[in-house]
């Protein structure tokens, strides 16, 4: 049975090296990107949102060393930037955490925390969220994956950093590469109570749940046949490698240029210069 407090992924976290390097990357990329947030001494990290509807992408960085922080100070070292782990939206965190240790999970949290947000007018005001992760051990494909409850969207879904010149809408897959896809996507469905979806390609998706996005495990031969032409230097054997984001593609070809490269009936930035990320933009 499906977990009831748990409705698919809210947003796609890509760790970086520099934060604010890379929030000028993704404006190059075309993508509105929000005011920079700081979390709390004990999180010990900052970010940029790139909001989208219903979901969105996170540039996290570590500002200090803090225990908290160690796991993403450890990807960072081991594999470089990119997709660090996957949060899922969660309608009551406290009432996820108890679904998950019955499953046989011990949570991590719940916690709550909040950071400071600069609004449109000029004011300042706070984005609040409580959130839970499963065992650092259940990575699926290396890929880390929690739940957040969102207290303040109004904080967080600010109408005008929705719109991008790239026409990014939303997210429709999250793309994770591994030697053995099969066993990630069952790892996967396990932890989130969905059925996975086998492809003609051999590769796997794993529904994340209502009308969110899919995740896609496949080995890295398998994604090089489906975007021809797209450079996977600097992506991992195994992790998170690129997120597909329905589009308004023609202003997408627009903007990047000579960034991109068309593939797969879309437009598509190379993991080099999408902070280790793959992003392929489609028509919805």
């Given at each position: 049975m499906a977990l009831k407090?748990?409705?698919?992924?809210?947003?796609?976290?890509?760790?970086?090296?520099?934060?604010?390097?890379?929030a000028e990357n993704y404006k190059r990329l075309g993508f509105t990107v929000s005011p920079r947030?700081?979390?709390?001494?004990?999180?010990?990290?900052?970010?940029?949102?790139?909001?989208?509807?219903?979901?969105?992408?996170?540039?996290?960085?570590?500002?200090?060393?803090?225990e908290h922080?160690?796991?993403?100070?450890?990807?960072?070292?081991?594999?470089?930037?990119?997709?660090?782990?996957?949060?899922?939206?969660?309608?009551?965190?406290?009432?996820?955490?108890?679904?998950?240790?019955?499953r046989g999970y011990t949570p991590v949290g719940p916690t709550d925390f909040e950071r400071p947000v600069m609004l449109p007018d000029g004011t300042e005001s706070s984005a609040r969220f409580r959130t839970f992760q499963w065992p650092t051990v259940e990575a699926p494909g290396g890929v880390r994956i929690f739940a957040c409850q969102h207290k303040t969207r109004e904080t967080v879904w600010i109408p005008e950093l929705m719109k991008h010149a790239n026409g990014a809408k939303r997210l429709k897959q999250v793309i994770i590469v591994a030697p053995e896809p099969a066993k990630e996507a069952a790892h996967m469905s396990k932890l989130i109570d969905r059925e996975v979806r086998n492809e003609a390609d051999g590769a796997v998706a794993v529904p994340s749940g209502g009308d969110?996005?899919?995740?896609?495990?496949?080995?890295?031969?398998?994604?090089?046949?489906?975007?021809p032409g797209v450079s996977l230097a600097?992506?991992?054997?195994?992790?998170?490698?690129?997120?597909?984001?329905?589009?308004?593609?023609?202003?997408?070809?627009?903007?990047?240029?000579?960034?991109?490269?068309?593939?797969?009936?879309?437009?598509v930035v190379p993991p080099a210069e999408g902070n280790g990320t793959m992003l392929a933009f489609v028509k919805g």
């Open positions: 407090n748990v409705i698919g992924i809210d947003h796609a976290v890509v760790m970086v090296k520099d934060l604010d390097k890379s947030g700081t979390h709390s001494a004990h999180m010990g990290s900052g970010n940029y949102t790139i909001m989208f509807d219903p979901d969105y992408m996170e540039l996290l960085g570590v500002l200090r060393p803090t922080n160690e796991p993403a100070r450890a990807f960072l070292e081991k594999s470089g930037e990119g997709i660090e782990r996957i949060a899922f939206t969660a309608v009551d965190s406290a009432q996820g955490a108890e679904e998950i240790l019955a969110r996005a899919d995740f896609l495990f496949l080995t890295k031969d398998q994604l090089g046949k489906r975007y600097g992506l991992p054997e195994r992790g998170g490698a690129g997120l597909v984001i329905v589009a308004d593609v023609t202003a997408a070809e627009k903007v990047l240029g000579s960034v991109s490269v068309k593939s797969a009936g879309g437009i």
